[in-house]
């Protein structure tokens, strides 16, 4: 069994608890199970869980792994210290804030020889592997993906790594991709950022990303998808599936807990993880210097 500890009591840390109380019957996740949960709050319970404190989750020998679920900017911190302690962890995305910090632990996990999951629930959606099933064997001419949300609270970062997700499904859709161009629109006072980024596929295929939150949009997601032989515009219908997306993940990372997932997968995925976390950070710079452009003009 693989004795756990769930930081960061928001959303995520309680649906990490729920799902390890209750794991998916015959699978892997079967071999997990809490042995608490930290909080900055005193909540002493959750779940019938025991609140216990991050020095203690690092000095005890029955706490394995951590479930890392706390904002964006705490996750370097938190992810660097359990790697330290020689625990496995799962990371809800993103990873880390910088490329460079990213390479960073996912080198230090290889040196402590534990696993460094980095959460991705959007690649396990019933209607994102619809889509990628609808476009195998085409090629694409012109993409645009297009999100709009509500604002994030802070400590959620650069709209490039706290909406990873999106440019996730770009690059497992379409490989390899460089920044051309961003730029970003914010009014603080309105609470409403607008982030622009062009891409540019291996094959010199232009696609454009856009993130744009703000108070009353809808948690949308528009595409358009020109291929040479169809345009989607839509995301295709999808039937529910009967395993929740958490749980799909919860399977997946005890899986690589168990070492049952092949070597090429996790050398994949890891790349997969690095590149988006660097073409973030790349959109983040040419954002911020046009911003500064914008602001001399
Ligand atoms: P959240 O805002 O619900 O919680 C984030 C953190 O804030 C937690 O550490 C929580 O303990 C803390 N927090 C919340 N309320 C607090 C309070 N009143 N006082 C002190 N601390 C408080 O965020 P979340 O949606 O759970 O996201 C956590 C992580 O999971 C993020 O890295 C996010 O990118 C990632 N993620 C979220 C989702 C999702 O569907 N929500 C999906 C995938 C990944």
Not at 92 to 109: C, G, I, K
Request: aromatic letters at 8%; hydrophobic letters at 40%.
């Amino acid at each position: 069994m693989f004795g756990s500890v769930v930081m960061g009591m928001g959303t995520v840390g309680a649906v990490r608890i729920r799902d390890i109380l209750a794991p998916l019957p015959s699978s892997t996740a079967e071999k997990l199970s809490v042995k608490g949960f930290i909080s900055r709050r005193i909540l002493e319970e959750h779940q019938g869980v025991k609140q216990i404190t991050f020095e203690d989750a690092l000095s005890r020998d029955d706490i394995k792994v951590a479930f890392v679920c706390s904002e964006n900017s705490a996750h370097e911190e938190n992810v660097r210290m359990f790697l330290e302690a020689g625990k496995h962890v799962c990371i809800e995305y993103p990873m880390a804030m910088t490329h460079r910090t990213a390479v960073d632990l996912s080198n230090l996990a290889q040196e402590k020889g534990v696993v460094l999951h980095e959460e991705h629930i959007e690649l396990l959606t019933a209607e994102y592997k619809q889509l990628k099933k609808d476009i195998a064997g085409k090629k694409l001419e012109e993409g645009f993906l297009h999100f709009t949300g509500g604002p994030l609270k802070p400590g959620f970062g650069f709209p490039s790594f706290s909406g990873i997700a999106r440019l996730t499904w770009l690059v497992e859709m379409f490989g390899e991709l460089r920044v051309t161009a961003a730029s970003m629109v914010e009014d603080q006072e309105k609470m409403y950022t607008k982030m622009t980024a062009q891409l540019m596929t291996k094959d010199n295929k232009c696609l454009t990303w856009i993130e744009e939150r703000g108070p009353g949009l809808p948690r949308a997601k528009n595409i358009n998808f020109h291929f040479d032989s169809c345009t989607i515009t839509q995301l295709p219908p999808a039937p529910r599936e009967p395993v929740g997306l958490f749980m799909q993940d919860l399977v997946l990372f005890s899986q690589k807990l168990m070492g049952q997932v092949p070597r090429d997968q996790l050398h994949a995925e890891r790349w997969r993880v690095l590149h988006c976390l660097e073409l973030a950070d790349r959109i983040q710079q040419l954002s911020e210097q046009s911003q500064g452009l914008t602001q001399d003009a």
